[in-house]
Antibody
Framework: QLQLKESGPGLVKPSEALSLTCSVSGDSIRNANYYWGWIRQPPGEGLELIGSVYYSGSTFYSPSLTSRVTISVDTSNNYFSLKLTSVTAADTAVYYC???????????????WGQGTLVTVSS | EIVLTQSPGTLSLSPGERATLSCRASQSVDSNFLAWHQQIPGQAPRLLMYAASSRATGIPDRFSGSGSGTDFTLTISRLEPGDFAVYYCQQYINSPGTFGQGTKVEIK
């Protein structure tokens, strides 16, 4: 049974870096059919796609976040990570990790979501 | 970046009624590259449809999707209590993809 579990600090100070990890069980992060990525949702708002990574390390990032975001993968321990630098209050959100179906050699639709973790940016 | 605009913002309907949700793209999206997700309040979203009209595993056939080019529709033929939620369309023709702003289906 596939499970994705986000972990990391729930509170980050402005200008610092936000770091989250998504632990994957029930599937191998080396599965060639999938990308692994992050989506966020500010309180009371809609969904924003942050980006995704393939097991090879290939990444796709949102153009609005690309200067601040890094998504990496650890195939040995079956997890992937998100780092977002220089955070502000606007980065306060529930952060979801998700598995994305690979489609035409790119990330397609997220077919399984983690439960999400709230990260608040505040001093 | 492709912008997806969903309408209406809120749909007020009764159980048993038909719901029709619209998603319009700012530029053409091949029908193979459009998905729909459902988010029940307090829960993570879940995949409903991909490639515009293919139901995800376990999704009942009262959910159907259609469309091509810039206009897509999600139809719920007979609303059940568990269907009252927020629905998001998502395009993935331009990676990493974008979501619409959502349509809330609420109980009338």
């Amino acid at each position: 049974q596939l499970q994705l579990k986000e972990s990391g600090p729930g509170l980050v100070k402005p200008s610092e870096a936000l770091s989250l990890t998504c632990s994957v069980s029930g599937d191998s992060i080396r599965n060639a059919n999938y990308y692994w990525g992050w989506i966020r949702q500010p309180p009371g708002e809609g969904l924003e796609l942050i980006g995704s990574v393939y097991y090879s390390g290939s990444t796709f990032y949102s153009p609005s976040l690309t200067s601040r975001v890094t998504i990496s993968v650890d195939t040995s321990n079956n997890y992937f990570s998100l780092k977002l630098t220089s955070v502000t209050a606007a980065d306060t959100a529930v952060y979801y990790c998700a598995r994305f179906r690979k489609y035409y050699n790119s990330p397609g639709w997220p077919d399984f979501w983690g439960q999400g973790t709230l990260v608040t940016v505040s001093s | 970046e492709i912008v997806l605009t969903q309408s209406p913002g809120t749909l007020s309907l009764s159980p048993g009624e038909r719901a029709t949700l619209s998603c319009r793209a700012s530029q053409s999206v091949d029908s193979n590259f459009l998905a729909w997700h459902q988010q029940i309040p307090g829960q993570a979203p879940r995949l409903l449809m991909y490639a515009a009209s293919s139901r995800a595993t376990g999704i009942p056939d009262r959910f159907s999707g259609s469309g091509s080019g810039t206009d897509f529709t999600l139809t719920i033929s007979r609303l059940e209590p568990g269907d009252f939620a927020v629905y998001y369309c998502q395009q993935y023709i331009n990676s990493p993809g974008t979501f619409g702003q959502g349509t809330k289906v609420e109980i009338k």
